[in-house]
């Protein structure tokens, strides 16, 4: 098969250039693109376990522990114990982390901008769907 022909190929050029302009942007505000991220699914709703964060940025729990370790030192974040469950942890926003998380809001939306500014609308409404389909697993597909 072309290498051009292989959606591979494709696919791993594109997120380098996704990564690349995330990364140029999370760092005007001196932040890695995962803690950037971990910061924008946290301005969704703060107070959640670490494993509920987790989940929702599809992080592995080795790596959502290193981010919260560093997201802490910067005080950006706080784990405080879960109120019914001894077992979990609670991942909060702190005041300074809640107020940089106006600017990772706005510096995504620009970023997006950026990324996505060569496709109309259109394109970029069926650029996100089709994405979703595929996050999917294969086998999965067939229910969708």
Do not use: Y
């Not at 001196?30 to 107070?47: E, Y």
């Not at 997201?71 to 609670?90: F, G, M, T, Y």
């Not at 990324?115 to 595929?134: D, H, R, V, W, Y």
Request: aromatic share 4%; net charge neutral.
């Amino acid at each position: 098969m072309d290498p051009n022909d292989c959606i591979f190929f494709h696919m791993s050029k594109a997120n380098q250039s996704a990564s690349k302009v995330w990364r140029k942007h999370m760092s005007r505000l001196n932040l890695t693109a995962v803690q950037g991220m971990v910061l924008n699914f946290l301005r969704q709703g703060d107070g959640i376990t670490s494993r509920d964060l987790g989940e929702r940025t599809q992080l592995d729990s080795a790596t959502m522990t290193g981010v919260l370790d560093r997201l802490e030192k910067l005080e950006l974040v706080e784990r405080r114990s879960h109120p019914s469950d001894r077992r979990a942890i609670v991942v909060c926003l702190t005041d300074l982390g809640r107020g940089l998380t106006d600017q990772t809001d706005s510096i995504a939306e620009e970023a997006n901008r950026e990324f996505l500014g060569g496709l109309n609308n259109s394109e970029q409404k069926q650029l996100k769907l089709l994405l979703l389909k595929l996050r999917v697993e294969p086998e999965q597909r067939q229910t969708l």
